[in-house]
């Protein structure tokens, strides 16, 4: 599976690209609790398995059974996301005491901010995990595979050929429409509409490609040999889902009429 370099990268680059993008909004706070979660902290549970296997049978059980329950995107969050969240935010408020650590917003983060940074750091940990460990055989990413047609060459139905279009054809006809020039525009409307209509094309999507291979019988290809229903459902949960985590934990934009408690 990805080492500490990897996970390490991926969360710190994203957590940069979102300062950059924000103005400051999501801060080097964010970025470093967000990547210190994304690369130790499901992995803290196998840190405990070594641990205990130096201190003894009895520890090493111990360190095993907690390496079961940690090294998960759910259990991860639900065990440690408050003990986590109340710590992160002590750091964060020592840190901008000892002025170790810069933030835009001149506040430390709330327990708020610091369970969603938690939430996104896990779940950007087995994006990586999943696509790249245990030789490609994970159950999730082999799962990923079983969404697709590899039995022989997939047959072309015509009633796929015209869902898959339309909804197709519907996902850019409606951005044209949605971000069409105006008088008056707001970006921000504009990009919330969008929004809303890819995550209804894609739920269609998802439920169309689910019909073929889950309810009928015999299962018939949802869209050729794609897995396409896999790749729908690993995206947005293990890459978009952390990163709207990473947004809404973002600090306020008016800083002084609206600081976070901590």
Known sequence: MPGPGPHLMYTMTSGLALTTLTS???????????TVNAFFGPDIGSFSEWLGSILGSSFQLLGSSIADYIHDPFYYILILGLPLCVLYTWVSKILLQRKLLDSASGVPLSRRQC??????GSFSHFFLDHLFEENGQSTVYTWILSTGWWKNRAPVNPDAVFVVGFLCTCLIGGFIYLNRVRPTKSTRIQSYKSLKLVLIIA????????????????????????????????LATYFFLPHWFCIMSMNPKDHNLEQLPV
């Open 24 to 34: 400051g909004r999501f801060s080097p706070h964010h970025t470093l609790i967000y």
């Open 115 to 120: 369970f969603l940074l938690v939430s996104a």
């Open 203 to 234: 739920s269609l999507y998802c439920v169309w490609c689910g019909s073929q291979i889950y309810m009928v019988n015999p299962r018939r290809p949802a869209v050729g040999e794609e897995a396409d229903l896999g790749v729908l459902v690993f």
